[in-house]
């Protein structure tokens, strides 16, 4: 079904006024090759960028491919991920996810959507995230918790489910939008739009914003 105008036209003015609060947003991950921004975003579920980023300094020194993940003994990457949580599966998707790498693409991280999503341990969020930040491919747009809160408090979506927020936002942004899109509403849903007591007051936001279910 086609977007109406005006709901396109409002989407362009919040795109219009991210870009002026927040012109450099990017991921907040720290990584220097696709599979390290790969690794980080694996251990960000149910972390934060700060934590992420603080074991990852040490861990891309000691696990410099995907070669040195798959063939590490599970419980010492357990180890040096303990601190963002959950390190039981996410050293299990690492594990999964690197082995797959080294045998259907020799150890690279591919630049196709598709093949990502087919990587064990890998969604669309992670694979968005990815091909954002690493390749530049708008293959998507990232939803997470922050880009779910803020779409919903800006009616721009009445959905709940990741794939429909974002089958959602793709049709009221236009392509070249979607990675800046996904980055600024990231840094506008973490530092503005936070989800207890949000900050309505200074938000540049607040002249457009129908505040739902606030």
């Given at each position: 079904?086609?977007?109406?105008?005006?709901?396109?036209?409002?989407?362009?003015?919040?795109?219009?006024?991210?870009?002026?609060?927040?012109?450099?947003?990017?991921?907040?991950?720290?990584?220097?090759?696709?599979?390290?921004?790969?690794?980080?975003t694996?251990?960000?579920?149910?972390?934060?960028?700060?934590?992420?980023?603080?074991?990852?300094?040490?861990?891309?020194?000691?696990?410099?491919?995907?070669?040195?993940?798959?063939?590490?003994?599970?419980?010492?990457?357990e180890?040096?991920?303990?601190?963002?949580?959950?390190?039981h599966?996410k050293?299990?998707?690492?594990?999964?996810?690197?082995?797959?790498?080294?045998?259907?693409?020799g150890?690279?991280?591919?630049?196709?959507?598709?093949?990502?999503?087919?990587?064990?341990?890998?969604g669309?969020?992670?694979?968005?995230?990815?091909?954002?930040?690493?390749?530049?491919?708008?293959s998507?747009?990232?939803?997470?918790?922050?880009?779910?809160?803020?779409?919903?408090?800006?009616?721009?979506?009445?959905?709940?489910?990741?794939?429909?927020?974002?089958?959602?936002?793709?049709?009221?942004?236009?392509?070249?939008?979607?990675?800046?899109?996904?980055?600024?509403?990231?840094?506008?849903?973490?530092?503005?739009?936070?989800?207890?007591?949000?900050?309505?007051?200074?938000?540049?936001?607040?002249g457009?914003?129908?505040?739902?279910?606030?």
């Amino acid at each position: 079904m086609p977007i109406p105008a005006e709901i396109k036209q409002y989407a362009a003015k919040i795109a219009r006024i991210l870009r002026e609060h927040y012109p450099d947003a990017k991921c907040e991950l720290d990584y220097e090759t696709p599979l390290q921004l790969l690794i980080a975003t694996i251990l960000s579920a149910q972390c934060t960028d700060e934590r992420v980023n603080l074991v990852t300094k040490c861990l891309f020194r000691k696990y410099p491919d995907a070669a040195a993940y798959a063939n590490a003994p599970q419980k010492d990457l357990e180890r040096e991920i303990q601190s963002t949580g959950f390190y039981h599966n996410k050293a299990k998707s690492i594990q999964s996810c690197c082995q797959s790498l080294l045998e259907r693409y020799g150890g690279q991280v591919p630049r196709d959507i598709e093949k990502m999503i087919e990587l064990p341990g890998i969604g669309r969020k992670t694979a968005n995230v990815v091909l954002g930040a690493a390749y530049g491919v708008a293959s998507g747009i990232v939803v997470d918790t922050h880009v779910t809160r803020v779409s919903q408090r800006l009616g721009l979506t009445q959905e709940k489910n990741p794939e429909k927020i974002e089958k959602d936002l793709l049709g009221q942004f236009p392509r070249k939008e979607w990675i800046a899109i996904g980055n600024r509403m990231v840094h506008h849903g973490r530092y503005v739009c936070i989800a207890r007591n949000p900050k309505c007051d200074t938000c540049p936001l607040a002249g457009l914003c129908p505040r739902i279910g606030v």
